[in-house]
């Protein structure tokens, strides 16, 4: 990258080299792609949601492609927060990128145990997948509900000494009910959006193509969404935003940037390309040199009406 160009950006407690991230679930624990990718090059890697304990997940088959993205119902697996520290974090420590751990529990006290163990690990930041059942709360989402997500968002956050993000769902009425909650709880910033509800049937065996029959759709045609529910937010308050959802080149990127996210996540785009990552990141320097900027923070939320 040429130095005269300044791709740093700042997320509450949380400064990036660049504002490119790959997204949680998409990457592993970074090993997977380290020799297609030069993880140095990136502002972050978000590793794969981590539990309490190990977790196995859906059974297959879990990912379908559609004409417009992806349907996962992976469930989330992983291998425990324990191994992730003991086995994946060392690995990752050898680059020059920040490492982002994504968590997620099914009551509040999980939330918060992950928090304290993993504060005592060497990782940048955290992010909370508040997409789950509560199974004290019959099942509701803690991303549906303000209090939920502003109780298990405090609970994290009384627990650790990291820059916290709060990753949300889109399935709800009003974005910024559940944005102003998180953040009065001590969040850092928000991450946004997950994945939306889906399902896809076969037509000759009658039968769900995903053998948990639903799942949840990623890919391009999110992007339109994320944006929206995006200029939503920064039209009622200033809050650092992660933009998440069909970004698969620099121009994608550079709409979420220019809408008032602070940075980006690559996601399902990995799947098709390991390298857009940092094609998107060449593709914004790039930019910023036609455009005549010297620094990526003059385009953040830049938006004209």
């Given at each position: 990258m040429g130095r005269d160009i300044n791709l740093t950006v700042k997320l509450g407690g949380?400064?990036?080299?660049?504002?490119?991230?790959?997204?949680?679930?998409?990457?592993?624990?970074?090993?997977?792609?380290?020799?297609?990718?030069?993880?140095?090059?990136?502002?972050?890697?978000?590793?794969?949601?981590?539990?309490?304990?190990?977790?196995?997940?859906?059974?297959?088959?879990?990912?379908?492609?559609t004409p417009c993205g992806l349907i996962n119902a992976i469930g989330l697996e992983n291998i425990g927060v324990k191994r992730f520290v003991e086995e994946k974090l060392p690995f990752l420590k050898q680059f020059d990128t920040k490492v982002i751990v994504n968590i997620f529990g099914y009551?509040?006290?999980?939330?918060?145990?992950?928090?304290?163990?993993?504060?005592?690990?060497?990782?940048?930041?955290?992010?909370?997948?508040?997409?789950?059942?509560?199974?004290?709360?019959?099942?509701?989402?803690?991303?549906?509900?303000?209090?939920m997500a502003q109780e298990v968002t405090k609970a994290v956050c009384q627990h650790t000494h990291?820059?916290?993000?709060?990753?949300?769902?889109?399935?709800?009425?009003?974005?910024?009910?559940?944005?102003?909650?998180v953040m009065e709880a001590g969040a850092d910033g928000v991450s946004l959006i997950n994945t939306i509800p889906a399902m896809a049937v076969n037509i000759y065996t009658r039968r769900p193509r995903l053998g948990n029959v639903t799942g949840g759709m990623s890919g391009?045609?999110?992007?339109p969404i994320a944006l929206k529910l995006?200029?939503?937010?920064?039209?009622?308050?200033?809050?650092?935003?992660?933009?998440?959802?069909?970004?698969?080149?620099?121009?994608?990127?550079?709409?979420?940037?220019?809408?008032?996210?602070?940075?980006?996540?690559i996601g399902t785009a990995n799947?098709?390309?390991?390298?857009?990552?940092?094609?998107?990141?060449?593709?914004?320097?790039?930019?910023?040199?036609?455009?005549g900027l010297k620094d990526i923070n003059e385009v953040i939320g830049t938006l004209r009406i």
């Open positions: 949380l400064e990036l080299k660049n504002p490119v991230m790959v997204a949680s679930g998409t990457f592993g624990y970074g090993e997977e792609y380290s020799w297609l990718v030069d993880l140095n090059q990136l502002g972050a890697v978000v590793v794969k949601g981590l539990s309490l304990k190990p977790k196995l997940g859906n059974l297959p088959p879990r990912l379908v492609e009551s509040v006290g999980e939330y918060a145990q992950l928090a304290e163990f993993l504060s005592s690990a060497s990782i940048d930041a955290l992010e909370i997948n508040i997409s789950c059942p509560n199974i004290k709360e019959s099942g509701r989402l803690f991303g549906t509900d303000p209090k990291l820059p916290v993000f709060v990753k949300l769902t889109p399935m709800v009425t009003d974005i910024t009910g559940i944005v102003e909650a391009p045609c999110l992007k995006i200029w939503d937010i920064v039209q009622k308050m200033r809050v650092p935003i992660i933009g998440i959802g069909g970004i698969t080149n620099y121009e994608d990127a550079l709409e979420f940037l220019i809408v008032g996210a602070r940075a980006v996540q799947f098709v390309n390991p390298k857009t990552s940092i094609e998107i990141i060449e593709g914004i320097q790039q930019y910023l040199k036609k455009q």
